[in-house]
């Protein structure tokens, strides 16, 4: 409750003076991931606790369209991966040739933290005891893979002194369960389902970094931010630890008010932050990038963001299978389907209201939203259900996690696909009001509509523009 306290604090950055609502928009990422909700726990405080503005948290392709839309001024705030961010802003990596200098950080909501996990009775306590052990460092071209060798070199061990394996987070789990490994490393958010499966039926031991080590990592990536694993998180983990995150940070852009990103009662925020046990000290100047700025409040934010982002449980929960085609893109796509009560899925452009794509689809029947993830480039499938005339998003599939896509402990069910990717199943949450905004990225990322076996280009229709997707009930046609 404290921590959720501060966050509503933390909204009032937001706050200025106004005699109308004001509408902001938030850039986060796929349904299915972590940055859409947390970007609607974030709306959900903005719309409650800030008097003059009202704030949308719309669907995109997470880092790198993030960085753009907020630079381009089509997005007033957005998530991003702190290497991304700080890309952007430097005009490095995957923004060579195209600084966005704009770019700003106001805080850090949570971090992938670099969580280093053995058996109890392994005798491995130390990272140097890591030499000569099979290790997991992450799926291949993983962050978890770059993250782990980031690590282990600036500790001085090379992947000469370890059996190196490169398995996905279940599949880590499943190994050391089974005692195919003696280690693996996780760079994620904390908890992540994986590691809270293997501590109920096995005794673990969470290697800790030593303040050198910490320190040696942070000179050779600087975008390390230490911060904190709770104790208590995972069970047999009893004691706060040190460990190295790297933040996924909320954005603006150097074109916002200041007025805007910190209002007059910026040393309440401060005061309130202290009084939740969080880091002292408030958000980075806004006339400077700081990517790790209140890296020891992540977990908080986090846990306060997605219990603000929940909704009322419409069921019990249903299954699909992604659809999949390459048939060319259509307007007008109907469904065949067994006789019953249908709904109309809609895409619409919102800025004049035009039709993009429409379908009629049957109670129980389904569709998927696929887009190609910005930073990694890899397919991601959200896909939905028809029940009773609600939209639900029922599951989705994440090749690998990467910026904006986790599996959030009790959403859902993590399952391996067994291609080294996951499904979060039995998601079974409602849409509210039975629509969402979507921002199609690039080409390159694509954001396409799957149903049965059509499929139809969203961004080939309103790259960047917002389009609403929405399921209409047929008694209000």
Same mark, same amino acid.
């Given at each position: 409750?404290?921590?959720?306290?501060?966050?509503?604090?933390?909204?009032?950055?937001?706050?200025?003076?106004?005699?109308?609502?004001?509408?902001?928009?938030?850039?986060?990422?796929?349904?299915?991931?972590?940055?859409?909700?947390?970007?609607?726990?974030?709306?959900?405080?903005?719309?409650?606790?800030?008097?003059?503005?009202?704030?949308?948290?719309?669907?995109?392709?997470?880092?790198?369209?993030?960085?753009?839309?907020?630079?381009?001024?089509?997005?007033?705030?957005?998530?991003?991966?702190?290497?991304?961010?700080?890309?952007?802003?430097?005009?490095?990596?995957?923004?060579?040739?195209?600084?966005?200098?704009?770019?700003?950080?106001?805080?850090?909501?949570?971090?992938?933290?670099?969580?280093?996990?053995?058996?109890?009775?392994?005798?491995?306590?130390?990272?140097?005891?890591?030499?000569?052990?099979?290790?997991?460092?992450?799926?291949?071209?993983?962050?978890?893979?770059?993250?782990?060798?980031?690590?282990?070199?600036?500790?001085?061990?090379?992947?000469?002194?370890?059996?190196?394996?490169?398995?996905?987070?279940?599949?880590?789990?499943?190994?050391?369960?089974?005692?195919?490994?003696?280690?693996?490393?996780?760079?994620?958010?904390?908890?992540?389902?994986?590691?809270?499966?293997?501590?109920?039926?096995?005794?673990?031991?969470?290697?800790?970094?030593?303040?050198?080590?910490?320190?040696?990592?942070?000179?050779?990536?600087?975008?390390?931010?230490?911060?904190?694993?709770?104790?208590?998180?995972?069970?047999?983990?009893?004691?706060?630890?040190?460990?190295?995150?790297?933040?996924?940070?909320?954005?603006?852009?150097?074109?916002?008010?200041?007025?805007?990103?910190?209002?007059?009662?910026?040393?309440?925020?401060?005061?309130?932050?202290?009084?939740?046990?969080?880091?002292?000290?408030?958000?980075?100047?806004?006339?400077?990038?700081?990517?790790?700025?209140?890296?020891?409040?992540? #977990?908080?934010?986090? +846990?306060?963001? %997605?219990?603000? *982002? =929940?909704?009322? &449980?419409?069921?019990?929960? $249903? !299954?699909?299978?992604?659809?999949?085609?390459?048939?060319?893109?259509?307007?007008?796509?109907?469904?065949?389907? #067994?006789?019953?009560? +249908?709904?109309? %899925?809609?895409? *619409? =452009?919102?800025? &004049?209201?035009?039709?993009? $794509? !429409?379908?009629?689809?049957?109670?129980?029947?389904?569709?998927?939203?696929?887009?190609?993830?910005?930073?990694?480039?890899?397919?991601? +499938?959200?896909?939905?259900?028809?029940?009773?005339?609600?939209?639900?998003?029922?599951?989705?599939?994440?090749?690998?996690?990467?910026?904006?896509?986790?599996?959030?402990?009790?959403?859902?069910?993590?399952?391996?696909?067994?291609?080294?990717?996951?499904?979060?199943?039995?998601?079974?949450?409602?849409?509210?009001?039975?629509?969402?905004?979507?921002?199609?990225?690039?080409?390159?990322?694509?954001?396409?509509?799957?149903?049965?076996?059509?499929?139809?280009?969203?961004?080939?229709?309103?790259?960047?523009?917002?389009?609403?997707?929405?399921?209409?009930?047929?008694?209000?046609?």
């Amino acid at each position: 409750m404290r921590s959720l306290k501060a966050l509503a604090a933390a909204a009032l950055l937001f706050a200025a003076p106004a005699t109308a609502q004001t509408p902001l928009s938030i850039a986060t990422g796929g349904t299915g991931g972590v940055y859409y909700p947390m970007g609607g726990g974030l709306a959900e405080i903005i719309n409650t606790k800030v008097d003059g503005y009202t704030a949308t948290a719309e669907v995109t392709g997470a880092s790198v369209e993030n960085m753009g839309l907020v630079a381009s001024g089509d997005a007033d705030l957005a998530i991003g991966l702190a290497d991304t961010v700080y890309q952007a802003q430097t005009g490095t990596g995957r923004f060579e040739g195209q600084q966005l200098e704009m770019i700003r950080g106001i805080a850090s909501l949570y971090a992938n933290m670099i969580q280093i996990v053995t058996l109890a009775d392994s005798g491995i306590t130390t990272l140097d005891d890591l030499r000569g052990k099979r290790v997991s460092i992450g799926a291949p071209g993983s962050g978890t893979e770059v993250n782990a060798g980031q690590v282990l070199t600036a500790a001085g061990i090379s992947y000469d002194d370890i059996d190196e394996q490169r398995l996905n987070f279940n599949e880590t789990a499943d190994a050391l369960a089974n005692g195919d490994i003696d280690a693996g490393f996780w760079s994620v958010g904390a908890p992540t389902s994986s590691i809270l499966n293997l501590a109920t039926t096995n005794a673990i031991h969470m290697i800790a970094l030593t303040d050198d080590q910490i320190a040696a990592a942070q000179a050779a990536e600087p975008l390390f931010a230490r911060t904190t694993l709770a104790g208590g998180v995972y069970q047999g983990v009893d004691e706060d630890m040190a460990v190295l995150g790297v933040p996924n940070v909320l954005v603006a852009s150097s074109a916002m008010s200041d007025d805007l990103a910190y209002h007059d009662h910026q040393g309440d925020v401060r005061e309130h932050r202290r009084s939740a046990g969080g880091a002292s000290g408030g958000p980075a100047d806004h006339d400077r990038f700081h990517p790790r700025c209140d890296a020891d409040q992540a #977990a908080s934010r986090r +846990a306060a963001l %997605l219990r603000g *982002s =929940r909704r009322d &449980d419409p069921g019990p929960p $249903a !299954s699909v299978t992604p659809f999949r085609g390459g048939a060319p893109a259509v307007l007008l796509l109907t469904v065949l389907s #067994a006789p019953g009560h +249908a709904e109309t %899925l809609v895409a *619409s =452009r919102v800025a &004049d209201g035009r039709v993009l $794509a !429409s379908a009629e689809i049957a109670e129980g029947a389904g569709w998927c939203v696929l887009w190609r993830h910005s930073v990694q480039g890899f397919e991601v +499938a959200d896909c939905y259900l028809n029940l009773a005339g609600r939209m639900v998003l029922d599951r989705s599939h994440l090749p690998d996690f990467a910026a904006g896509l986790d599996h959030i402990p009790g959403r859902g069910v993590q399952r391996s696909d067994g291609m080294g990717g996951y499904w979060i199943e039995d998601l079974d949450e409602p849409v509210p009001g039975n629509a969402y905004i979507l921002r199609p990225g690039s080409m390159a990322v694509d954001h396409r509509l799957s149903i049965g076996a059509r499929v139809i280009s969203l961004s080939a229709l309103a790259e960047h523009e917002r389009v609403r997707i929405s399921l209409t009930p047929e008694d209000a046609r």
